[in-house]
């Protein structure tokens, strides 16, 4: 099953990571670490093999993709040897990366999107292409009234206005080419009830949103304890120090704003009340890719004792989301192939901030993708 991944932000640390990831698993110069579509009870018939995954995208900057690479590979994120040896593959799908589109109205700017996506799906000969937006976090967008209704949002990205965010305008696009789309980014994505209409209309799943691979991975497994254990948090915050792109990106206050939304919705909904304290996101440009966060808890057990804990997570931010954006497109292509449609809200266990939020524990999330999948390969035909 020859599958499309077409990322939006092909240029980035995560997209540039994903593909020298996959391209590498293809030749067999690394192993699956890190992608949980690999270990035994995810594994199956209904999923592109990484052989069959071609890659392509959008992004506004020029650099190419083997450049990226080797900046990356500096840094420490990728092993240089693997940049090295896979320079004609990294030419190839720079081939595949086309300019943002940046002219015209919105509705001129789908329309180039659109032909982009077709074009890449027939010149590949693609069973599907699924679009995943690893682009820059925007901020929150202000309403419209074009939001509630598909027609009437058609109409109005024909007009002078802004209507969608770009990661909105993108799934607006994917959907029309008929092409299921994935938000590994806190933006609005589908997140619009004409997106969501018009995705019923056209058949197809999406997914998301913003993915999970750090701080807030490890609150989703120690807050259910808390709550189990049936003690009191009283406090919970957290600081994350990153660089990077993204670093950069979240020093402008509105998608800072954006990403701690997200962040802060999971201990909330597992404890079922607020602790005090925040998160936050301070730029620091030194660390590059790599994140540091420290969080610190204060609870209460019998009797109203006191205690805490603390934890710091050192992570290499795009070697932690890489593997997961190809788990992403893996199974959200089989699921537009066994003909699953609407939000795959079975899709918890990658994110934080699921859409339709079934639950933010990541056991119960794990619980959930585990009989997804097993019903989508039971669809293909096979065990897993
Ligand atoms: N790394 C992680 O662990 C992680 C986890 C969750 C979410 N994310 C999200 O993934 C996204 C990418 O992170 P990154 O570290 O690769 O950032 P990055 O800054 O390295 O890459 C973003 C890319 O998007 C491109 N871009 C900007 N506007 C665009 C547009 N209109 N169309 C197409 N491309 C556009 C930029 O040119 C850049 O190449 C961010 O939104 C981040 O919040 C990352």
Known sequence: MRTGVWLVGARGSV??????GALALRAGLTGPTGCVTELPELRGPALPSFADLVFGGHDPVATPLAKRAEALADAGVLPARLVAALGA???AVDDEVRPAPADGSQADRAATTVADLTAFRARHRLGRVVVVNVSATEPVPAPHPAHADPDALAAALAGPDEVLPSSSLYAYAAFVAGCPYVDFTPSTGARLPALEALADRHGLPYAGHDGKTGETLVKSVLAPMFAMRHLTVRSWSGTNLLGGGDGANLADPDANAAKVRSKDRVV???????PQGHTRIDYVEELGDFKTAWDLVTFAGFLGTGMRME????????????????????LTAAAHAAGRRGPLIDLAFFFKDPLGAPTHSLVEQWDRLTRFTAALHADAGGAA
């Open 268 to 274: 909330g909904e597992i404890l079922g009340y607020v």
């Open 89 to 91: 593959e990294l030419a």
């Open 311 to 330: 934890f710091t997570w050192h992570g290499c931010d795009s070697a932690l989301a890489a593997p997961l954006v190809l788990d992403l497109a893996r």
């Open 15 to 20: 997209a540039t990571t994903s593909v020298v």
